[in-house]
């Protein structure tokens, strides 16, 4: 048997291989929620001091955004992403031996650094796949995040009742480990894909600065950013750290619960994403329209959580809640990608999303910092958990109407006239 027979040609498998690389990325961002009271016990930490865990993640996550698609195009996806993987893999063994706040937190930034799975898997889907179905194709690799949350939820939970949560999280980084030397073994272009000239550095700074002064003069990508930023901003903000803790801490729930719970958020907004993109195309005529909605539902949920704080919810009305939360992110937030895509220059279009996509989980960093900051504040004064936890969702509530007032102002974009072309 020779080395090119394990080449993967297939799309359908290549799409498989990359949906796990970005599956395990989005577990590693989310699985501190449920883990939550167990990490904050273990590292003697309040609310303020242990949201520096998740909010240190998203920001690393943020910081490697742009600089992933300049690795991505010097050691090609291949590459990038299997290293991002290993390096993954290796700082989640390593955050086990934590035995301390400041440790805890530095790991995880480095963790965080490694966690951008999306960039140089979108430019392997670009040199593998048919351009036809390049959409479709990445359309489904955004929707396998929710797999990752889904893998940080009950399962999580399971393995942590039988290893504790140190043994749980070492496995999964000896994991992501294996699978990125799976990566790199089984991604390698087949020897009659030919040769793909890689730009060098300069060239990819230059095109960068190029593309950064036609972005920021355009009003309407601000808009979708502002959208972005406040909404996915919000979700990251609580699937990442603090909807565990509010499940768990403010309603009374188990953490087998509080597991169920968010399996069932992560699982719910899956059929809709996939038809999200048709009904915009088909139905609506329209991709404004479902921001606007999405901005809307959200403000919902956070007002009605905030003005019933100090009363404890169901288990019912918390799942319920929690999906309209995911639903209104995980199933719409791939829609500003294409917005981008249909109101951007080509030439500025790489530059834009990477872009756009630093700008949730920075927003994520500081929200996660001021959530814990006023749920400390308030049982300090001697709040109940439930309404500290009800005040904190203020903030998530005013994030999400500046998303709606954004969405109110964008013009819609389909049928632009640059599409990519």
Known sequence: MTGMSWNVRSPLAVL????AAYAVSFFHRVCPAVLSVDLMRDFSADAA????????????????QIPSGLLADIMGGRRTLALY????????????????????????????????????????????VPAEDYARYSGVLTCSGAVGTLMAASPLVALADLAGWRGALFMAGAFTVFLG???????????????VRVPSVRENVRELREGARVVLR???????????????????ALVTMWW??????????????????????????LPLALAVPWLSDRVFHSRRIFLLAA????????????????????????????????VSTNALGTLCFTMVKESVPVSALASACGLLNASGPVMAAVIQSVFGAVVAWKTGEGASAGAAYGDAFALLFAGALVAAGAALFMKDTLGGVHDGH
């Open 16 to 19: 498989a291989l990359l949906c």
């Open 49 to 64: 001091s242990f949201s520096l865990i998740s909010s240190s993640t998203m920001l690393g996550y943020a910081l490697t």
């Open 85 to 128: 993987q290993v390096l993954a893999g290796l700082l989640c063994m390593a955050f086990t031996f934590c035995d301390a706040l400041a440790s805890a937190v530095v790991c995880r930034f480095l963790l965080g650094l490694t966690l951008a799975a999306n960039i140089p898997a979108y430019k392997m889907l670009a040199l593998r």
């Open 181 to 195: 030397f799976a990566l790199l073994v089984l991604l390698r272009r087949p020897s009659d894909a030919g040769s």
């Open 218 to 236: 355009m009003k309407e990508f601000w808009l979708i950013f502002l959208w972005f930023m406040f909404v996915i901003g919000n979700m990251f």
């Open 244 to 269: 565990g803790g509010y499940l768990m801490q403010a309603n009374g729930l188990t953490r087998e619960a509080a597991g169920l719970s968010i399996s069932v958020m992560s699982l719910g907004p």
């Open 295 to 326: 901005a809307l539902l959200e403000s919902a949920v956070f007002g009605f959580i905030w003005l019933n704080g100090e009363n404890g919810l169901s288990f019912a009305a918390l799942t319920v809640l929690g999906l309209m939360v995911t």
